[in-house]
Protein backbone atom coordinates (compact mmCIF):
# COMPACT_ATOMS: atom_id res chain seq x y z
CA UNK A 1 0.00 0.00 0.00
CA UNK A 2 2.83 2.32 0.95
CA UNK A 3 4.22 1.56 -2.56
CA UNK A 4 1.23 2.18 -4.15
CA UNK A 5 1.12 5.59 -2.38
CA UNK A 6 4.81 6.86 -3.16
CA UNK A 7 4.87 6.16 -7.13
CA UNK A 8 4.34 9.59 -8.03
CA UNK A 9 7.15 10.48 -5.57
CA UNK A 10 9.39 8.07 -7.08
CA UNK A 11 8.77 9.71 -10.10
CA UNK A 12 9.93 13.08 -8.98
CA UNK A 13 12.72 11.62 -7.24
CA UNK A 14 14.09 10.04 -10.74
CA UNK A 15 13.52 12.97 -12.90
CA UNK A 16 14.96 15.48 -9.89
CA UNK A 17 18.17 12.90 -10.32
CA UNK A 18 18.17 13.54 -14.04
CA UNK A 19 18.42 17.31 -13.23
CA UNK A 20 14.93 18.20 -14.65
CA UNK A 21 14.47 21.48 -14.05
CA UNK A 22 11.39 22.33 -16.52
CA UNK A 23 7.84 21.19 -15.59
CA UNK A 24 4.81 22.15 -17.88
CA UNK A 25 1.45 20.82 -17.27
CA UNK A 26 -1.99 21.75 -17.59
CA UNK A 27 -3.90 20.93 -14.11
CA UNK A 28 -4.73 17.46 -13.40
CA UNK A 29 -5.77 15.20 -11.30
CA UNK A 30 -3.69 12.28 -12.48
CA UNK A 31 -0.57 14.54 -11.87
CA UNK A 32 -1.55 16.09 -8.42
CA UNK A 33 1.80 14.93 -6.86
CA UNK A 34 4.05 15.72 -9.43
CA UNK A 35 2.73 19.48 -9.71
CA UNK A 36 2.54 20.00 -6.31
CA UNK A 37 6.30 18.72 -6.06
CA UNK A 38 7.15 20.86 -8.72
CA UNK A 39 5.79 23.83 -7.17
CA UNK A 40 7.19 23.42 -3.68
CA UNK A 41 10.88 23.03 -5.32
CA UNK A 42 12.67 26.19 -5.52
CA UNK A 43 15.07 24.59 -7.76
CA UNK A 44 12.79 23.99 -10.84
CA UNK A 45 10.51 26.32 -12.59
CA UNK A 46 7.18 24.54 -12.41
CA UNK A 47 4.77 26.24 -15.61
CA UNK A 48 1.18 26.20 -15.49
CA UNK A 49 0.38 25.85 -19.35
CA UNK A 50 -2.77 27.06 -21.14
CA UNK A 51 -2.36 24.04 -23.73
CA UNK A 52 -0.22 21.17 -23.50
CA UNK A 53 1.33 22.10 -27.47
CA UNK A 54 3.39 24.99 -25.71
CA UNK A 55 4.62 22.39 -23.35
CA UNK A 56 6.29 20.73 -26.29
CA UNK A 57 7.70 23.96 -27.84
CA UNK A 58 9.30 24.76 -24.42
CA UNK A 59 10.95 21.17 -24.12
CA UNK A 60 12.63 22.44 -27.24
CA UNK A 61 13.26 25.70 -26.21
CA UNK A 62 14.71 24.04 -23.15
CA UNK A 63 16.80 21.52 -25.06
CA UNK A 64 18.50 24.73 -27.44
CA UNK A 65 19.48 25.96 -23.95
CA UNK A 66 20.93 23.09 -22.36
CA UNK A 67 18.04 22.42 -20.13
CA UNK A 68 16.01 19.41 -19.13
CA UNK A 69 12.36 19.50 -18.97
CA UNK A 70 8.97 17.17 -18.96
CA UNK A 71 5.43 17.52 -19.92
CA UNK A 72 2.99 16.05 -17.92
CA UNK A 73 -0.40 16.06 -19.55
CA UNK A 74 -3.61 13.99 -19.75
CA UNK A 75 -4.51 11.37 -22.46
CA UNK A 76 -6.56 14.62 -24.03
CA UNK A 77 -3.82 16.28 -24.01
CA UNK A 78 -1.98 14.38 -26.44
CA UNK A 79 -4.38 15.32 -29.35
CA UNK A 80 -3.87 19.03 -28.52
CA UNK A 81 0.11 18.61 -29.70
CA UNK A 82 0.31 16.99 -33.07
CA UNK A 83 1.43 19.24 -34.94
CA UNK A 84 3.98 20.93 -32.43
CA UNK A 85 5.14 16.99 -32.03
CA UNK A 86 6.86 17.72 -35.72
CA UNK A 87 10.13 18.61 -33.38
CA UNK A 88 10.69 14.78 -33.26
CA UNK A 89 10.76 13.69 -36.63
CA UNK A 90 12.21 16.73 -37.97
CA UNK A 91 14.32 17.66 -35.17
CA UNK A 92 15.29 14.68 -33.47
CA UNK A 93 14.53 16.87 -30.44
CA UNK A 94 14.73 14.63 -26.67
CA UNK A 95 11.15 14.69 -25.26
CA UNK A 96 9.40 13.12 -22.33
CA UNK A 97 6.14 13.02 -21.50
CA UNK A 98 4.08 11.43 -18.71
CA UNK A 99 0.43 10.52 -19.74
CA UNK A 100 -1.78 10.37 -16.94
CA UNK A 101 -4.36 8.08 -19.13
CA UNK A 102 -7.99 8.32 -19.26
CA UNK A 103 -10.65 6.78 -22.01
CA UNK A 104 -8.81 3.28 -21.00
CA UNK A 105 -9.12 0.83 -17.70
CA UNK A 106 -12.30 1.34 -16.29
CA UNK A 107 -13.68 4.20 -17.45
CA UNK A 108 -16.76 5.98 -17.17
CA UNK A 109 -16.81 8.78 -18.97
CA UNK A 110 -17.29 8.35 -22.87
CA UNK A 111 -16.19 11.75 -24.15
CA UNK A 112 -12.87 10.37 -22.79
CA UNK A 113 -12.52 7.25 -25.10
CA UNK A 114 -11.65 8.75 -28.43
CA UNK A 115 -8.94 10.51 -27.29
CA UNK A 116 -7.69 7.63 -24.72
CA UNK A 117 -7.54 4.93 -27.57
CA UNK A 118 -5.78 7.51 -30.35
CA UNK A 119 -2.54 8.36 -27.26
CA UNK A 120 -0.59 5.63 -28.35
CA UNK A 121 -0.84 5.36 -32.06
CA UNK A 122 -1.22 9.04 -32.44
CA UNK A 123 1.98 9.26 -30.52
CA UNK A 124 3.59 6.34 -31.91
CA UNK A 125 2.95 8.33 -35.61
CA UNK A 126 4.72 11.12 -34.32
CA UNK A 127 7.60 9.26 -32.99
CA UNK A 128 7.57 8.50 -29.98
CA UNK A 129 8.44 5.35 -28.18
CA UNK A 130 5.58 4.53 -25.54
CA UNK A 131 5.95 2.65 -22.77
CA UNK A 132 2.98 1.44 -20.96
CA UNK A 133 3.24 1.62 -16.91
CA UNK A 134 0.70 -0.16 -15.41
CA UNK A 135 1.43 -1.37 -11.66
CA UNK A 136 3.25 0.64 -9.12
CA UNK A 137 5.93 -1.44 -8.79
CA UNK A 138 7.16 -1.10 -12.56
CA UNK A 139 7.60 2.63 -12.27
CA UNK A 140 10.70 3.10 -11.35
CA UNK A 141 12.12 1.28 -13.19
CA UNK A 142 10.04 2.57 -16.39
CA UNK A 143 11.22 6.47 -15.47
CA UNK A 144 14.82 5.14 -15.67
CA UNK A 145 14.55 3.33 -19.02
CA UNK A 146 12.68 6.51 -19.95
CA UNK A 147 15.03 9.08 -18.73
CA UNK A 148 18.05 7.41 -20.14
CA UNK A 149 16.58 7.46 -23.49
CA UNK A 150 15.35 10.63 -23.55
CA UNK A 151 18.35 12.94 -21.69
CA UNK A 152 21.42 10.42 -22.66
CA UNK A 153 19.97 8.93 -26.15
CA UNK A 154 18.30 12.04 -27.12
CA UNK A 155 14.82 10.03 -27.89
CA UNK A 156 11.25 10.77 -27.22
CA UNK A 157 9.44 8.82 -24.80
CA UNK A 158 5.99 8.54 -23.71
CA UNK A 159 5.41 7.00 -20.40
CA UNK A 160 1.87 6.58 -19.91
CA UNK A 161 0.60 5.92 -16.89
CA UNK A 162 -2.50 4.02 -16.82
CA UNK A 163 -5.90 3.60 -15.05
CA UNK A 164 -4.99 0.89 -13.70
CA UNK A 165 -2.32 2.28 -11.92
CA UNK A 166 -3.61 5.69 -11.30
CA UNK A 167 -7.49 4.67 -10.43
CA UNK A 168 -10.11 5.32 -13.08
CA UNK A 169 -11.80 8.71 -11.98
CA UNK A 170 -15.49 7.59 -9.89
CA UNK A 171 -18.38 9.91 -11.68
CA UNK B 1 -22.74 35.13 -44.54
CA UNK B 2 -19.30 33.40 -42.45
CA UNK B 3 -17.56 37.02 -43.22
CA UNK B 4 -20.96 38.72 -41.23
CA UNK B 5 -20.39 36.26 -38.41
CA UNK B 6 -16.52 36.98 -38.12
CA UNK B 7 -16.63 40.59 -38.58
CA UNK B 8 -19.47 40.11 -35.68
CA UNK B 9 -18.66 41.86 -32.02
CA UNK B 10 -16.51 45.35 -31.61
CA UNK B 11 -13.61 44.85 -33.60
CA UNK B 12 -13.38 48.24 -35.93
CA UNK B 13 -14.25 47.41 -39.30
CA UNK B 14 -11.00 50.07 -40.33
CA UNK B 15 -8.06 48.42 -41.56
CA UNK B 16 -4.96 48.94 -38.90
CA UNK B 17 -2.56 47.63 -40.83
CA UNK B 18 1.12 49.17 -40.09
CA UNK B 19 2.56 51.45 -42.84
CA UNK B 20 6.48 50.63 -41.80
CA UNK B 21 8.94 48.64 -44.06
CA UNK B 22 9.74 45.56 -42.94
CA UNK B 23 13.15 45.03 -44.12
CA UNK B 24 13.98 48.36 -42.88
CA UNK B 25 12.25 48.74 -38.81
CA UNK B 26 13.05 44.85 -38.11
CA UNK B 27 17.31 45.38 -38.36
CA UNK B 28 16.30 48.71 -36.52
CA UNK B 29 14.89 47.14 -34.20
CA UNK B 30 16.84 44.41 -33.43
CA UNK B 31 20.20 46.11 -33.57
CA UNK B 32 22.50 44.16 -32.91
CA UNK B 33 21.59 40.93 -33.06
CA UNK B 34 24.17 39.65 -31.36
CA UNK B 35 22.60 40.61 -28.02
CA UNK B 36 20.10 37.31 -28.32
CA UNK B 37 19.13 34.13 -28.65
CA UNK B 38 16.57 34.19 -31.06
CA UNK B 39 13.68 32.54 -31.65
CA UNK B 40 11.40 33.28 -34.94
CA UNK B 41 8.34 32.26 -36.25
CA UNK B 42 7.53 31.07 -39.46
CA UNK B 43 7.67 32.06 -42.98
CA UNK B 44 8.28 35.71 -42.87
CA UNK B 45 9.82 36.76 -39.58
CA UNK B 46 12.23 33.22 -40.29
CA UNK B 47 13.40 35.43 -43.03
CA UNK B 48 13.82 38.89 -41.22
CA UNK B 49 15.91 36.93 -39.04
CA UNK B 50 18.10 34.71 -41.07
CA UNK B 51 18.74 37.69 -42.86
CA UNK B 52 20.20 39.43 -39.45
CA UNK B 53 21.82 36.76 -38.13
CA UNK B 54 23.39 34.54 -40.61
CA UNK B 55 25.75 32.80 -40.84
CA UNK B 56 25.77 32.72 -37.04
CA UNK B 57 23.95 30.22 -35.02
CA UNK B 58 22.48 32.45 -32.28
CA UNK B 59 19.04 31.73 -33.86
CA UNK B 60 16.42 28.97 -34.49
CA UNK B 61 13.76 29.57 -36.73
CA UNK B 62 10.67 27.29 -37.36
CA UNK B 63 8.73 26.44 -40.39
CA UNK B 64 5.94 24.52 -39.55
CA UNK B 65 5.17 24.40 -35.52
CA UNK B 66 2.93 27.11 -35.75
CA UNK B 67 2.02 28.21 -32.56
CA UNK B 68 5.05 27.58 -30.80
CA UNK B 69 7.47 30.54 -30.95
CA UNK B 70 6.64 31.89 -27.50
CA UNK B 71 6.86 28.52 -25.72
CA UNK B 72 9.82 28.05 -27.25
CA UNK B 73 11.62 31.02 -26.07
CA UNK B 74 10.19 30.62 -22.71
CA UNK B 75 12.18 27.37 -22.51
CA UNK B 76 15.11 28.88 -23.79
CA UNK B 77 14.60 32.03 -21.72
CA UNK B 78 14.17 29.83 -18.51
CA UNK B 79 17.34 27.50 -19.65
CA UNK B 80 19.24 30.42 -19.89
CA UNK B 81 18.75 33.31 -17.41
CA UNK B 82 21.98 35.43 -18.15
CA UNK B 83 21.10 35.72 -21.42
CA UNK B 84 18.70 37.83 -23.30
CA UNK B 85 16.04 35.60 -25.67
CA UNK B 86 13.85 37.48 -27.90
CA UNK B 87 11.02 36.03 -29.97
CA UNK B 88 10.87 37.30 -33.32
CA UNK B 89 7.78 36.28 -34.88
CA UNK B 90 4.15 37.37 -37.26
CA UNK B 91 0.50 37.82 -35.78
CA UNK B 92 -0.81 34.87 -37.72
CA UNK B 93 1.59 32.95 -35.83
CA UNK B 94 1.11 34.49 -32.50
CA UNK B 95 -2.76 34.29 -32.47
CA UNK B 96 -2.68 30.65 -33.02
CA UNK B 97 -1.76 30.52 -29.44
CA UNK B 98 -2.65 33.93 -27.98
CA UNK B 99 -3.00 31.88 -24.35
CA UNK B 100 1.15 31.31 -24.47
CA UNK B 101 1.21 35.32 -23.36
CA UNK B 102 -0.60 34.28 -20.00
CA UNK B 103 1.42 31.63 -19.58
CA UNK B 104 4.65 33.67 -20.23
CA UNK B 105 2.54 36.36 -17.76
CA UNK B 106 2.21 34.06 -14.72
CA UNK B 107 6.19 33.27 -15.21
CA UNK B 108 7.53 36.70 -15.76
CA UNK B 109 10.81 36.13 -17.17
CA UNK B 110 13.10 38.64 -17.10
CA UNK B 111 15.25 37.78 -19.94
CA UNK B 112 12.26 37.26 -22.50
CA UNK B 113 11.03 39.72 -25.37
CA UNK B 114 8.61 39.04 -27.75
CA UNK B 115 8.35 40.90 -31.32
CA UNK B 116 5.22 40.44 -33.02
CA UNK B 117 6.06 41.55 -36.73
CA UNK B 118 2.55 42.25 -37.93
CA UNK B 119 1.55 42.87 -41.22
CA UNK B 120 -2.02 42.24 -40.44
CA UNK B 121 -1.84 39.37 -43.36
CA UNK B 122 -0.73 35.37 -43.51
CA UNK B 123 1.90 36.62 -46.17
CA UNK B 124 3.38 32.99 -46.55
CA UNK B 125 -0.64 31.61 -48.17
CA UNK B 126 -1.21 34.04 -50.61
CA UNK B 127 -1.32 37.42 -48.39
CA UNK B 128 -5.43 36.59 -46.61
CA UNK B 129 -5.95 39.24 -43.94
CA UNK B 130 -5.60 38.06 -40.37
CA UNK B 131 -7.63 39.40 -37.49
CA UNK B 132 -5.23 42.37 -36.80
CA UNK B 133 -6.08 43.78 -40.13
CA UNK B 134 -10.21 43.30 -39.02
CA UNK B 135 -9.31 45.33 -35.40
CA UNK B 136 -7.96 42.59 -33.01
CA UNK B 137 -5.16 44.03 -31.16
CA UNK B 138 -2.65 41.56 -29.87
CA UNK B 139 -1.07 44.06 -27.30
CA UNK B 140 -3.70 44.74 -25.85
CA UNK B 141 -4.27 41.24 -25.53
CA UNK B 142 -0.76 40.95 -24.16
CA UNK B 143 -1.64 43.49 -21.68
CA UNK B 144 -4.59 41.57 -20.71
CA UNK B 145 -2.75 38.22 -20.05
CA UNK B 146 -0.19 40.55 -17.39
CA UNK B 147 2.75 41.09 -19.95
CA UNK B 148 4.42 44.05 -17.60
CA UNK B 149 5.91 46.36 -21.10
CA UNK B 150 3.79 46.29 -24.11
CA UNK B 151 4.40 48.94 -27.21
CA UNK B 152 2.78 49.05 -30.00
CA UNK B 153 5.26 50.36 -32.59
CA UNK B 154 3.55 52.56 -36.13
CA UNK B 155 6.15 55.29 -36.69
CA UNK B 156 10.02 55.40 -37.18
CA UNK B 157 10.14 57.87 -34.35
CA UNK B 158 9.38 54.83 -31.71
CA UNK B 159 11.59 52.51 -32.84
CA UNK B 160 14.34 53.19 -30.50
CA UNK B 161 12.96 53.19 -27.23
CA UNK B 162 11.12 49.54 -27.81
CA UNK B 163 14.79 48.76 -29.28
CA UNK B 164 15.54 50.05 -25.57
CA UNK B 165 12.66 48.18 -24.34
CA UNK B 166 13.64 44.35 -25.81
CA UNK B 167 16.93 44.89 -24.02
CA UNK B 168 15.66 45.31 -20.37
CA UNK B 169 16.69 42.35 -18.27
CA UNK B 170 14.37 42.99 -15.47
CA UNK B 171 10.40 41.87 -16.79
CA UNK B 172 9.00 39.95 -20.02
CA UNK B 173 8.26 42.84 -22.61
CA UNK B 174 6.01 42.79 -26.05
CA UNK B 175 6.39 44.49 -28.71
CA UNK B 176 4.24 44.92 -31.73
CA UNK B 177 5.50 46.43 -34.55
CA UNK B 178 3.04 47.11 -37.17
CA UNK B 179 4.51 46.94 -41.06
CA UNK B 180 2.67 46.87 -44.78
CA UNK B 181 2.22 43.54 -46.02
CA UNK B 182 5.13 43.39 -48.22
CA UNK B 183 7.36 40.41 -48.73
CA UNK B 184 10.45 40.33 -46.31
CA UNK B 185 14.65 39.62 -47.01
CA UNK B 186 15.16 36.99 -49.40
CA UNK B 187 17.50 34.88 -47.94
CA UNK B 188 18.18 31.14 -48.26
CA UNK B 189 17.60 29.01 -44.49
CA UNK B 190 18.27 25.27 -43.84
CA UNK B 191 15.00 23.96 -43.06
CA UNK B 192 16.62 21.19 -41.14
CA UNK B 193 15.25 21.30 -37.72
CA UNK B 194 18.13 19.15 -36.62
CA UNK B 195 20.99 20.64 -38.17
CA UNK B 196 19.99 23.99 -37.07
CA UNK B 197 19.49 22.45 -33.64
CA UNK B 198 22.84 21.65 -33.74
CA UNK B 199 24.19 24.58 -34.64
CA UNK B 200 22.55 26.71 -32.33
CA UNK B 201 23.37 24.16 -29.37
CA UNK B 202 26.94 24.07 -30.77
CA UNK B 203 27.12 28.20 -31.15
CA UNK B 204 25.80 28.60 -27.45
CA UNK B 205 27.08 25.08 -25.34
CA UNK B 206 30.18 24.11 -27.27
CA UNK B 207 28.66 20.86 -27.43
CA UNK B 208 26.19 18.53 -28.77
Not at chain 1, 25 to 45: F, Q
Not at chain 1, 115 to 128: D, I, K, N, R, S
Not at chain 2, 162 to 185: C, E, G, H, W
Request: proline residues 6%; negative net charge; hydrophobic residues 45%.
Amino acid sequence: MAEALMWPDEIYRILRAWNVTQFSYVPDAGHTVLINRSLEDPEVHSVALTTEEEGVAMLAGAHLGGAHGVVLMQSSGVGNCVNMFSFVKNGQFPMLILVSMRGDFGEGNPWQMPMGQAVQPVLEACGFLCMRVEQPTEVPAALQAACTMVYQAGQAVAVLLSQQLIGAKAF
Amino acid sequence: MPSDIFRAGSAPQASTTGTLDRCEAVPKLIGNPQDFLIIAGLAGTARDVAHLCEPHGNYYACAGVMGGATAMGLGLALAQPTRRVLVVTGDGELLMNVGTFATVAIMRPPNLSIVCVDNGHYGETGYQKSHTSLGVDLAAMAAGAGIPAVRTVTHESEIAEAAALIRQMDAPSFVVLKVKPTDPPKVRRSMDAAWTKHRFRDALLGTR
